[in-house]
C-alpha cells in the first residue's frame, strides 16, 4: 500500500484525530475496523448475448450512531481499500454533521459508461439482489455516487421492494421525486459545496461577491456547485471533466448545454481549452476539486495559487498535498465537511420517507443551511481553539462522537 492510496490516507488522518483527541488504543482499534465488509460478484448479460462478471462491494463501515449511509459508485478503478476507505470517511460525515447514521460505501468496478440502459438496470438489479441482504432502511441506505444517479436508485428501491412483497421507498436516497425522492437532492452536495465556499471566504476576509472559482469536475457535484456559486455572486471561470477544461464562457448554463450533447466540456463554443493540470494552478480565489480522489498531491499542489480550496469530491487531496497547502496558508475546507450537503438532504429524503410527509423545496433548503452552518462553525471555532487545520478539526469532531457512543454502548458481551 502506498502512502498515496486512500485507504492509508483516510487512516492517517484517523490516527492524527484519534492522538489529538488522546482516544485510548481500545478506542482506536474499534475506531480503525470495518463492522462488515461484502464483496460479490456481478454478473452481468451484456446486450451481444456475453456474460461479464464484474466485483462488488458494500462497506459497512460503522453502524453505531445508526443504520450504515453511503453512497454507491459505479468506476472501474474502484477497489476494496478505497471503499473502505471512503466508508470510513461516510462515518465521520454523519457524526461530524450529527446525522444519526453510521457510515458505508459500496461499488461495481465497472465503467458505466460503456453499458447501454438496460445493461446499466441490469447490474444494478443484479448488485443489489447480491447485497439485499445487509441492506434496509433500519440497516444500511445507499444513494448516489460516481458513476450513479437517481435512475439507479429507483431500480434498487424497485429490486428491494419486489423482494419485500411492498414499496419501501426510505431503503435508499437520492430517488426520483415521484418515487418518494426529496426536493433539492439532486443539487444537495453542489448547495453544500457553494455554502461552505462563501462561508470560508469571509472567514478569509474575501468578499464572496465577484470572487472567482475554478472547478475540477463537471459531474453532479461540480456541475451544481457552480450554479449555486453563480446565484451567489461568485464567477466561475474555469470547469473541467476527465478530457481537460474550459475557460472564457459566460455562463455554465452553456457549457453544461454543450457538455450533455457531447458527453465533455472540451469544445464549448467560445470556450479556451486549457488542461486539468492547468486548471489547479490558475490565478482564483477558490479552487474546487470536485472529480475523483487524489488529484491534489506532492506534484500538483505547489502549483496551487487560490486562497481557499473545498472539497467537492472525496479524498481528492493526498496527505503530501495537503502539507503543501497548508505550509502555502491556505484554507482547505475538507471534503467531510464540504461536500456533505448530499448526505444531509440524503437524511432528510429518509426523514420524509418514513413519515410519508414531504417537505417544500424552501424547508429543504433551511434545513440544509441550517445543519451545515453549525458544522462549519462548529469546524471554525475547535480549529482556532486547538490551532489546528479545518480537516483536522472536522475529523476530531466526527471521530470523538463516534467513540462517545462506542463508550456509551459498550462491548458485548
Ligand atoms: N455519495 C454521497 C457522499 O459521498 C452521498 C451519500 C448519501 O447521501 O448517503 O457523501
Known sequence: MTMESPLATALAQLRRAVDQLELSENDWKTLSTPRRILEVAVPLRRDDGRVEIYKGYRVQYSTTRGPSKGGVRFHQDIDLD??????????????????????????????????????????????????????????????PDV??????????????????????????????????????????????????????????????????????GFGKVGYWAAVALEKMGLRVVAVSDVSGGVTGFKSVDDVLEYSKTNGTVL?????????????????????????????????????????????????????EGDAIMNSNGILVVPDILANSGGVIVSYFEWVQDKQNYFWSAEDVRENLNKILMKSIVEVEDLAKSKKVTWREAAHMLGVARVAEAHRLRGLYP
Open 267 to 319: 469544445g464549448a463554443p467560445g470556450t479556451d481549452h486549457i488542461t486539468n493540470q492547468e486548471l489547479l494552478g490558475l490565478n482564483v480565489d477558490v479552487l474546487i476539486p470536485a472529480a475523483l480522489a487524489d488529484s491534489i498531491t506532492h506534484s500538483t499542489a505547489s502549483s496551487i495559487k487560490a486562497k481557499v480550496v473545498v472539497e467537492g469530491a472525496n479524498a481528492p487531496t493526498t496527505p
Open 147 to 216: 458513476g450513479t444517479d437517481e435512475r439507479n436508485m429507483a431500480w434498487m428501491m424497485d429490486t428491494y421492494s419486489v423482494n419485500e412483497g411492498f414499496a419501501v421507498p426510505s431503503v435508499v436516497t437520492g430517488k426520483p421525486i415521484v418515487l418518494g425522492g426529496s426536493l433539492g437532492r439532486n443539487s444537495a452536495t453542489g448547495d453544500g459545496v457553494a455554502i461552505s465556499t462563501r462561508e470560508a471566504l469571509k472567514m478569509r476576509g474575501i468578499n464572496p461577491q465577484g470572487a472567482t472559482v475554478a472547478i475540477q
Open 82 to 143: 478505497e471503499t473502505v476507505a471512503l466508508a470510513m470517511l461516510m462515518t465521520w460525515k454523519c457524526a461530524l454533521t450529527n446525522l444519526p447514521y453510521g457510515g458505508a460505501k459500496g461499488g461495481v468496478a465497472v465503467d458505466a459508461r460503456t453499458l447501454s440502459l438496460q445493461e446499466n438496470e441490469r447490474l444494478t438489479r443484479r448488485y443489489t439482489s447480491e447485497i439485499l441482504p445487509i441492506i434496509g432502511p433500519e440497516r444500511d441506505i445507499p444513494a
